[in-house]
């Protein structure tokens, strides 16, 4: 399993914490976690996605690649990549 339960110990937002559940579930499950794959599952609205993901990005608990097709991808960092929250 690629998520760390490490995720619920670092006062993230709850839409930042959800989206970090289906960027593993989409990775885990072989499907690629794009904006428009992960909004399609995606409960809350729907500009909270992005900020949410910027928000991963910003910790370095996620990262963003652009595939072939310049399509933003998302993956999980492992626990020891992550940065603590500043401030």
Do not use: Q
């Not at 690629?2 to 839409?15: C, G, P, Q």
């Not at 559940?21 to 794959?37: D, H, N, R, Y």
């Not at 609205?45 to 993901?53: E, G, Q, R």
Request: a negative charge.
């Amino acid at each position: 399993m690629l998520m760390d339960r490490k995720i619920f110990t670092l006062d993230l937002s709850v839409e930042a914490t959800s989206a970090y559940i289906l960027v593993c579930s989409f990775v885990e499950g072989g499907a690629p976690a794009t904006v428009e794959s992960l909004g399609s599952f995606w409960n809350g609205p729907a500009h909270a996605l992005p900020s949410a993901l910027t928000e991963l990005r910003n910790r370095r608990i996620v990262e963003e690649i652009l595939d072939e097709r310049l399509v933003r991808r998302y993956f999980p960092n492992p626990a020891e990549f992550w940065l603590p929250a500043v401030g």
